[in-house]
């Protein structure tokens, strides 16, 4: 019996971040409508001062504080684990592995960012932190770091998920949040959607515009607001996710993965897995990293590279980044996780310099893999993760016509228990195919036309 | 930072299953309802040859099958861990270990002898399972080892719960079980019982009814019966929990445990872990060892020790337990694993030993230390589960006010992440505490007055 899983100690934990920016000095900073960059200043009123330089820092290494390691140890060093019965029932010269993100207290790689914000936030002497979640893993993730930090933590949720996935709701609730549907009648924003659209399902982009109102509304100047994905430093606290599968690679013997995989929805998880190996690529390794989008919310693979608002009510900086336009709104698919218009900045940044091949997946394939991989490995994968999957048995299949021993990781972002619906439309012929029309594409493209230009330096094409 | 987590290779997974039978010359067997000891012949209908032969085996070490243990490796050898967080809460001298099987396919212990009878099954030319389940855990155990093994699958599910807990359905769909509401039209037992009661919520009783119903029905002779607790064959392969936990105690340097503690519904996930260790306290150990029941469902504490049927219908052979007579039926508390009638024959006659001192608890005090442990260890518990911590602080409580440095090991049997309705009632002040009338205890007691009495040999006391 070969060993499958490769664990690491406690004391074999990543001490320092690995941040990307260092490495990628033509990354566009965040601008205001009038064109000029953010100062670190404009942005004190909804994130603390040690996150605003950590978002801006050009360090290659950050350290992570000791507490924020005991607090992470409930749960990491996660396993590294080969993905052997995958490997013989698709008859692969290739070797799998998998980080498996999905043994945190909130089911996925979520709480690494929101330990982190949390522990910044209450050393920066913030009481309460405020957020928004659409299927609500990143709602429970900072419910579960607040809890523990002893935060007020208060989440808006999209209405449309708050009625239809209780389950995680009440996972808030036992981490002591409030949590409410967005739209909501405690927001002045959130009073005049209601007014002009009472029925509304809701969206992300309300529910972001809902925190920031009540964050940057309390008059102590003791809230701020937390974003789960796309900023620079909830990137990089992701990195600690590629740093252990670095070292227990080396344990199980390989120099190098050849392919590194991980679904991308605002970036973070395939940043967390892949921007350490982005780095060796940049200094000479030769390993393909694929960003993996669904194919019903494109922006990788078909959107442009432009200046976009990160909420559809344009109330955040521009961020220089891969998107379909703000008011993008994607079909109901499954992968609640997948569903946003633009794409992190530094892993749209990292596209542009030819160092991210992003792909694209339909989600009856991505079922079609998830059920796969319940039949082999015997898990039950979260919708976004099936992506991943999905890419991972294409690349592996490719590896048998080639007749390579290729090493391919990805990131087993999270497990699917609460999110079974989809698995039961699959399993009753009434999951949905979508692609997306060229019309509808243009048309929301077309609405930033007038934004300011991406333009990057590309330092490593 | 000390190490919280103690891991083990799958080199050093154990090798063999315990069997405390070997040590337990006394142990009564099953009867029929003459009074004559049942032979194996006579459960050859319902179980293959092979899991009798375990069932009434004397041997003191058994073989685990390689395959098995390949198939046990996709989650196992599972951590144990520090309860470090809980212990600085409390301000305790104790040191707590938990066995974490929340880690496994299913979120509990089930897999681990779902895995087992299910590969005993196939090995004995057995081509479909069927079982019932209450709130789901054994049934979703089961769907994955079919998956795994290429058997089929049947689960008659109690029908309040196949109504009220959708998702555990659909994870048996995942798997390709087959999962249908007890009582059932698709056996003659369940058309009767709708017949006489179309409005039933169902029970466990009359699902093992349907189950053994179907598979002894089957003319071709290639469907079998499985059960997930209460058998000495099951309680058999549980005991590889205790059995890694005693390495693993040996790696974090502690001599023996002081303590150790399980919930008890039919007695599987307790023995699993106390079982070894009770083989030590035969052999002189000084070990406390407490099984926990629910106050609403006090068999071990407030029932007798009887030849009793193990389920309602009384289709099953006798079986010497500690019972509140099969007829009883408990409150709708909401850790549905603990609401069977009965103990496992063998944790039963550990009881009668004095081996074993078992423990009941209310479950609001249970939903007090379930929060406990969602704020300081950060993962939410089982319900069933919550017993076990409920009496684990009692202990840790107690060798603070004593100034002892007591070793306290418990079985985390599994997460709650299906099971949160509890936790909101608990929250809004709903949850009710059941405490059973007398009358009622000796109402349900009197239904098996004229059964046979049991009279163990007492070989250990």
Known sequence: MSEIKINLSEKEMPRQWYNLNADMPGCLPPIGPDGKVISPD???????MN?????????RWIDIPEEILEILARWRPVPLRRAKYLEEYLKTPAR??????????????KPNTAVAQAWYNK??????????????QWGTALAFACSLLGLECKVFMVRVSFDQKPMRKLMMHVWGAKCVASPSHETHFGKEVLKRMP?????????????IEEAVGDKSGQTRYSLGSVLNHVLLHQTIIGLEAKKQLKIAGEK??????????????FAGIAFPFVHDKINGEKIEIIPVES?????????????????MAGMTPLLAMYTLGHQFVPPPIHAGGLRYHGMAPMVSHGIEEGLLTPRSVDQVQCYESAMIWAKTEGF?????????IAVTIEEAKKAKEEGKEKVILFNYSGHGLMDLAGYEKYLTGKLERYSLPDGELKKSIKAIEGFPKAHTKKAHK
């Not at 605003?52 to 820092?57: L, T, Y």
């Not at 919310?297 to 909420?311: E, H, V, W």
């Open 42 to 48: 404009q942005l004190a009123a909804v994130f603390p």
């Open 51 to 59: 996150l605003i330089e950590q978002e801006v820092s050009r360090e």
């Open 96 to 109: 799998i592995y998998y980080k498996d993100e999905s043994v945190s207290p909130g089911g996925s790689h």
């Open 123 to 136: 050393k920066f002497g913030i009481k309460k932190l405020t957020t928004e979640t659409g299927a609500g």
């Open 199 to 211: 029925d509304t399902p809701g969206s992300l982009g309300i529910a972001i515009s809902e925190a």
């Open 256 to 269: 190098k993965p050849d392919i590194v995989i991980g679904c991308a929805g605002g970036g973070s998880n």
């Open 295 to 311: 194919s019903s919310c494109p922006k990788m693979t078909r959107g442009i590279f432009a200046y976009d608002f990160g909420d």
């Open 380 to 388: 039950i994968c979260a919708p976004e993760t099936s992506h991943a």
